[in-house]
C-alpha cells in the first residue's frame, strides 16, 4: 500500500463488471453479454449517421462542452412531464441535473448530503451495488438492511429501527430502485408509505433507472416532496451506456447543490448531443421496450417450467432466478457451477445474492439462453 493513500481505501477493490477486451465494447462481441441490464439494440442506423454528421459539423473538439447543460436539460424536463402525463410545465430545467452517467451522480448526492462525517447511508440488499461502493471509497457508512425472500420487500421493521437508531453519523439518505435490481420488484404500497412517513432531514432517493421497462414512476409526487429526487438514465431502454448519460429530477434547491458539486464539464459535447438526438426520436427507440417486454414473457414462461428455479416477477428488462429452497447448496456451488457452465457456453450473466440476474436480450440470445441454462442444469449435480 501507497504510504500516502488513505489507509481506509486498502480494502477495496475495483469494480470490474466484465473481463477486459480489446475490441471497444468491455467483452468480446461473440458473448451474449447478458450481465449488465444494457439494452441488446444498438442506436439504429440513421441516428448513429445523424450523430456522425453532428460531430463532423457542428461540434467542435477545441472548445470545452456546454457546461450548463441548458438544452438537454429543457428535453429532459419535457420529457419526464410527459412521460409522467404530468403539466407540461411542471418540471423545468430547474428541476434537473445531469451526469456522466447516473453514477456520477450518485456520487455527487453522497458528496452533498454525507461527506465529513454528516451522515449515512441506508440500502436494502440486495440492490444496486454503486451506492455501497461510491459511499465507502468517500469514507461514509453504510447501514444495510435485508429483503423478504420471496416478494424482496424491504425489511420495513429493520429498515425503520435503522433510523432510529442509527448515530454518529445519522442516516442522511436511503437508496431505493424502482424497480429494484437485482430482483426486478418495484417498491410496493407499504414501501411507499414508509417512505412518505420519512423526516424531511432525510433525502430518499428513488432510482429509476428502469422507468421505461416498469411504466411505473413517482416522479409526481416530487412537487409535495422536497426530500425526494428521482434517478433516471439513457443507459438502458435510450440505447446510450457507452456515452454516460444520467439524469436527477429534484426540489431546485437541490438542484442547485448538484449544480455546485459536480465537475464543471462533467459531459462531452457528444454525450449532450447524443442525449438531444435520443430525447427527439424516442417514440423510435423506445418501440424497442415493448419487443424487451414480450420476450421477457416468454422467457419467465419458459424458466418457469423448471420445477427447480424460482422465477421472481419482473418489472424490468431482466430477470431474476433463484433455486428453490430444495436445491438450495451451500456456498452457492450449483448456482456458481451454472453461471460459469453458461459463460463457457457463451452468456454471460451476473451472479449475485444467490441467484442470477439475467438481462432480455435479444430473440436470438433468449433461446441461447434457455438452451444453454437448461444444458448447464443437466450437467450440473444437484
Ligand atoms: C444501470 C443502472 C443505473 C445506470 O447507471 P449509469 O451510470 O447511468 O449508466 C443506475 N441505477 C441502477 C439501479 C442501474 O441498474
Redesign the pocket.
Known sequence: MLPFIRSDLAQFTAYKPHPSSDTGGSVPAQFDRLDT?ESPYDLPAELKEKLAWTYQQVIETNRYPDGGHETLKDAIAEYVNESANLSPSLFTAGNISVGN???ELIRSLLIATCLGGEGSILIANPT?SMYGILAQTLGIPVVAVARNETNFEIDLKAAQSAIEQTQNPSIRVVFV?HPN?PTANPLTAAELVWLRSLPEEILVVI?E?YFEFSQTTVVGELAQRPNWLI?R?F??AFRL?AL?V?YCVAHPEAIAILEKVRLPYNLPSFSITAGLVALQYRTLLLKSVAQTLSERAKLIEAFSQDPRLQIAESAANFIYLRLKPNYFHPQDSVLKSLHQELRNSGTLVRQISGGLRITVGTTQENIRTLNRLQAALANVEF
Open positions: 441490464n452517467g447516473s453514477d444496486f430502485v435490481s432510482d433507472a434517478l438514465t443507459s438502458k451506456a454516460r444520467g
